[in-house]
């Protein structure tokens, strides 16, 4: 069973920064892409952004693309996501999840991710 546990979430104003935080508490961490979505009230879990299990190859969803980067320390079983230049339509509950995704089509695909945390509040005023 693998367990995530997401920190760093909370309050801030547009143009502040955020860095979220995963730990997986697995052996495996290494093999395993990492990703975080997140969710608006009364919709699905959308992708943010994701990180292959090596670290070698990452993925943005449009609207984070230049303002947001995930990465990973496999020494530590953490991924991060560094949020800057944060805008209010940035709020949203964001989860980190694990998965064994190899096909670069399939690292925006939520049912490809078999482990989830249990998600951390971000909230963005003007």
């Known amino acids: 069973q693998v367990q995530l546990v997401e920190s760093g979430g909370g309050l801030a104003q547009a143009g502040d920064s955020l860095r979220l935080s995963c730990t997986a508490t697995?052996?495996?961490?290494?093999?395993?892409?990492m990703a975080w979505f997140r969710q608006f009230p009364g919709q699905e879990r959308d992708f943010v952004a994701a990180?292959?299990?090596?670290?070698?190859?990452?993925y943005y969803t449009d609207s984070v693309n230049g303002r947001f980067t995930i990465s990973r320390d496999n020494a530590k079983n953490t991924v991060y996501l560094q949020m800057n230049t944060l805008k209010p339509e940035d709020t949203a509950v964001y989860y980190c999840?694990?998965?064994?995704?190899?096909?670069?089509?399939?690292?925006?695909?939520?049912?490809?991710?078999?482990?989830w945390g249990q998600g951390t509040q971000v909230t963005v005023s003007s």
């Open positions: 999840a694990a998965g064994f995704v190899f096909d670069r089509g399939s690292y925006y695909d939520t049912s490809k991710y078999r482990y």
């Open positions: 697995v052996s495996t961490f290494s093999s395993y892409a």
């Open positions: 990180i292959s299990w090596s670290g070698g190859s990452t």
